[in-house]
């Protein structure tokens, strides 16, 4: 059986381009991209995923292997992946600036560990955060949502060599300050909690200056914190509901699809 050079380029082009997409997606989103995942259980994923997908993707467009421009091809496929990853990056990290918040206003800012995902100590009220959110996007089948919309870019974002337009990129950049916001909401309410005990702290303190407030305030601002985060954390699953409906949103915005 022979099979002619445009069949085999037209084969590798349908393979090789829609693998750089999906595996880029793959490294960087949330849950399957964490540190704790070995690459090559990433990039195995990613081959397998790609053959899967292949019979139902459309032809590529560009089937110019050995030219120059291929290299912005596969540059471009890379930014359409790492950009839809990193919509759920920012899920994430909203509830882990919350967390962060949180400890440092309360006091529970020492109790620092190692974030996996990332290598870095963070509190561990906003690791705490990150396992939540973490769990919350498996259980709302967040990675299927992420593979839905990687397949579904390549039917408005199709492989032909032509740039991403502009304007995608700045709809990241502007969510970036609305996870901000968002952050900021979410803690919004301990914070005022957290205001009132330390106003009251000041009253004793006014009151009675032979009190010790430093031994006996902060232990009882660490108990408050607990307790507040606590009594709050209903609070979470609406919040997070919330921020995925705007995260799918915004990856529906990325790839031009309607929501």
Known sequence: MEFPLAVIIQWLSDLLLPLVRISSMIMIMAGLGAKTVPARIKMALSVVITLAVMPVLPPS?????????????????????????????LLLNTFIIAGQILAMQTGLGFASVVDPANGLSVPAVGQFYLILSTLLFFVFNGHLMMLKMIIFSFETLPINGQWWVVDSYWLIINWGGWMFATALALSLAPLTAMLVINISFGIMTRAAPQMNIFSVGFAFTLIAGLTIIWATLGNFVVQYEFQWLKMTELMCNLIGCTV
């Open 61 to 89: 467009q560009f089937v110019d292997l050995f030219s120059f421009g291929m290299v912005f091809v596969v540059i471009q496929q890379m930014i359409i992946g790492i950009a839809i990853g990193f919509a759920s990056l």
